[in-house]
């Protein structure tokens, strides 16, 4: 694969997806006007809902991919035809952060767990339709992604499966993109300064602290997304109704893309107590929900991502055993479920590393005997280093300013989505303080939203902050584009890696070990042995059965 063709799939890709998304807007969400960042989230969930549904019957071959994104670049042409001299300015933008962005798809190392089980599962989607036990095979099983999903279309003619590691780009991009056109809408009137404070910081998070793709797996993501639903639920309690039809739509969507992502973030549904909060009429709003058809459809791929789950491990959830139904063929033990839930816990409160390993893990864990541990081993220096970074950022902002009290004071309602956050932060305290499994984010908010609405106080808007607004910008895009160019030097150094003759990863640097396991399950499901494996393949209709011996 060449750099042309790497290149000319990653715009074709963008463009389909927000072809995809102008047909879902047009079916379910009429009369709002196109945002090409919202049209790129509608057509990611929409890819997401069909990539569950099809892969129940077909397979993701070459064939079914090619004629899916033929389809959403039909839909997007007729879509410029009728909409180019009217959103000019949406086309030019978003194109320009395309190709902004793709600096950061070049990269000769994916992820830790790309060629552990990220690479595998994806793999399987575009050899089989659904395959029920895959659990038995690799505890990464046990946790399907959308985004697995969501990749396995990238398996496509001539690029073959060089694609598949891009997925989290196109997340990156579209809600790059509503953030900075949120940001412009809002200076031009010269108001909500809160929202655009809030937005920029989010952006230097999205853009500086995970300008690294390969570091984004299937958890990133779901952070970045939760910045978004965030200024979402921001917009919806604190715009008077005769300003903003309250639609949540939006909420609705990205909220079951979050879920889709990591299933564990289903504990992000309390954030529909504050929409509840901030209703005038409880009847009327419920009412509103059931005649929303996005209500059903998010309903429907939540459905499909827990039978999905149910089918890989016999649990809703994994691994929480009270959510496992263990009398199914291919369920796992529940010794084997409890041992695993323990050791997810021991592995993010720094029970165990590569080099380390508690003595007693099921003592370590109980109560706060693991505390001590995990400052000196984890908070010192990963959160240590990640507050020192988000301090640094809050007080670059701050000064970046003139300190020119405002006259007036905004009062914003933030205490009830502060206290969900709360809440959720000693939830993920308590039970898994690791950054990636939703420490980023929380902490990050945390800091953002009460300085957002402070300092919103302290500043007048005007064409001066108005300008130095947008040069910071400039600074969180240019900080982005360095760091990933300087990464790209270093793995040239270290792997010799030539992203023009080659740019996509390099299979020799992904010890894809994985590979003789894929090739056992396919050996399975042809019937033949499972040589490695002490496990058995029985055929049920369409379907193929994993268990254990």
């Not at 993109?177 to 108001?191: G, S």
């Not at 939203?449 to 808007?461: D, H, M, Q, T």
Request: a positive charge.
């Amino acid at each position: 694969m060449n750099l042309f063709f790497y290149l000319t799939y990653y715009f074709l890709i963008s463009f389909s997806i927000i072809g995809f998304g102008y047909l879902f807007k047009n079916l379910f969400i009429r009369g709002e006007k196109n945002n090409l960042g919202y049209l790129g989230i509608y057509g990611i969930f929409s890819l997401i809902f069909i990539s569950y549904l099809s892969n129940y019957f077909i397979s993701h071959n070459l064939l079914f991919n090619s004629i899916l994104w033929l389809t959403g670049l039909v839909i997007f042409i007729s879509f410029l035809k009728k909409n180019y001299s009217t959103e000019k300015k949406q086309f030019k933008f978003i194109s320009i952060i395309f190709l902004f962005l793709s600096v950061a798809i070049f990269a000769a190392k994916n992820h830790d767990d790309f060629p552990y089980y990220h690479f595998a599962y994806t793999h399987l989607l575009t050899e089989s339709n659904l395959l029920i036990g895959l659990g038995q095979f690799n505890h990464g099983f046990r946790t399907p992604s959308s985004i697995f999903y969501f990749a396995s279309f990238f398996y496509l003619p001539k690029v073959n499966y060089q694609l598949i590691h891009l997925a989290p780009i196109f997340f990156v991009s579209f809600v790059n993109y509503i953030f900075l056109e949120k940001i412009f809408q809002f200076l031009k009137k010269k108001r909500e300064l809160y929202l655009v404070i809030y937005s920029i910081l989010s952006l230097a998070i999205i853009n500086i602290f995970f300008y690294r793709l390969a570091e984004h797996g299937t958890d990133r993501t779901a952070q970045i997304l939760i910045f978004l639903l965030i200024f979402e639920i921001f917009q919806l309690i604190n715009f008077k109704t005769n300003e903003r039809k309250v639609d949540l739509s939006n909420i609705l969507i990205i909220c079951t893309i979050i879920i889709s992502l990591k299933v564990f973030y289903f504990i992000y549904s309390l954030i529909f107590f504050v929409i509840i909060i901030y209703q005038k009429s409880l009847l009327i709003f419920f009412q509103n929900i059931l005649k929303n058809k996005i209500t059903y459809i998010c309903l429907i791929l939540i459905s499909f991502i827990i039978l999905t789950n149910i089918f890989n491990s016999g649990c809703l959830i994994y691994p929480l055993p009270a959510s496992c139904i263990f009398n199914f063929a291919w369920s796992l033990p529940i010794e084997e479920v409890e041992y695993l839930n323990q050791w997810y816990q021991q592995w993010s409160k720094a029970g165990a590393t590569p080099h380390f390993r508690v003595e007693n893990p099921e003592l370590y864990i109980q109560n706060l005997n693991w505390l001590s541990n995990w400052i000196d081993y984890y908070f010192f220096n990963k959160v240590s280093d990640y507050l020192a970074g988000l301090i640094f950022l809050v007080i670059l902002f701050f000064f970046f300013f003139q300190k020119n009290f405002n006259a007036q004071i905004s009062k914003r309602n933030f205490w009830s989505i502060y206290l969900i956050l709360l809440i959720l932060f000693f939830e993920w305290f308590l039970f898994h303080p690791a950054l990636r499994y939703g420490g980023y984010h929380l902490i990050a908010l945390l800091i953002f939203i009460p300085f957002s609405i402070y300092f919103e106080n302290l500043i007048v808007i005007n064409d001066k902050n108005i300008k130095r607004l947008k040069i910071f910008i400039i600074l969180i895009f240019s900080i982005f584009f360095m760091r990933n160019v300087d990464r790209i030097y270093t793995e040239h150094k270290i792997y010799n890696y030539n992203f023009l003759e080659y740019p996509s990863y390099n299979l020799e640097f992904q010890n894809f070990g994985i590979s003789s396991r894929i090739m056992n399950i396919k050996n399975c499901f042809k019937g033949l042995e499972c040589n490695k494996d002490n496990i058995k393949v029985e055929k049920k209709y369409i379907f193929n059965i994993f268990t254990r011996k």
